[in-house]
Structure formats: C-alpha cells, structure tokens
C-alpha cells in the first residue's frame, strides 16, 4: 500500500520560510518521478515542483522560481520542499505526487494532476501578512 505523507506546514509570517517533507512507503521511492502541488481555496490544484527519480532535473511553476526548491534522498524515501520568501499568495494545502512516468517532466504534461498516480493527504500553510 503505497502511502505518500506531507508535514511542516504550518502558520508563518510574509518573507518567512518552510520546509515541507514527504515521507513515502510502499513503493519502490527511487524510479518514482516525485512533485509537488498546492490548492487555495476556491481554486484548482496547481503544480508547484517536480524533481526526476534521480533528482537530476527539476522543474518549477514561474511564481515559485527562485524561491522554492524541491529536492528528495532516495536512500531515505523522503521529498522536500524548501519554501523561503513567502508571500500571502502562497497560502494553500501542500500536497506531494509520485508518479510512475519517469521521463513526466520532460513531456508537455508535466504538471497535469492526471499524470501522478499517488497523492498524500495535504499539510497547510497559511501566510499571515
């Protein structure tokens, strides 16, 4: 059974950060593609990162470059995401995806919530300006 599970979420202040963890089981961590999304309310579920099985390539959504970092340790089945310069816009429920498609990132799709077969349950962060 796999199981995807998000933490580090949380209240913080505007210009502060995060790091979000994404601890995985049940599947085999290392040829799994891995990303992260995030929803506000009232909004659809939008791609935030993603990071290849190997953790050679990354990819992030515009309004998160330069201040968001996705990495993972295979060895210890774990994903992050470093989340520094925050801004009230970033206020969401944090979700992180694995997805079997190894070469995702490289394809037109790469951020289309249909392509990731297993998600976690979500941590929220909340910006308090």
């Known amino acids: 059974q796999v199981q995807l599970v998000e933490s580090g979420g949380g209240l913080v202040q505007a210009g502060g950060s995060l790091r979000l963890s994404c601890a995985a089981s049940g599947l085999t961590f290392s040829t799994y593609c891995m990303g992260w999304f995030r929803q506000a309310p009232g909004k659809e579920r939008e791609f935030v990162a993603g990071i290849t099985a190997s953790g050679g390539f990354t990819r992030y959504a515009d309004s998160v470059k330069g201040r968001f970092t996705i990495s993972r340790d295979n060895a210890k089945n774990t994903l992050w995401l470093q989340m520094n310069s925050l801004k009230p816009e970033d206020t969401a429920v944090y979700y992180c995806?694995?997805?079997?498609?190894?070469?995702?990132?490289?394809?037109?799709?790469?951020?289309?919530?249909?392509?990731?077969?297993?998600w976690g349950q979500g941590t929220q962060v909340t910006l308090s300006s």
């Open positions: 995806a694995a997805t079997r498609k190894m070469s995702l990132l490289y394809s037109q799709t790469y951020d289309a919530t249909n392509q990731y077969d297993y």
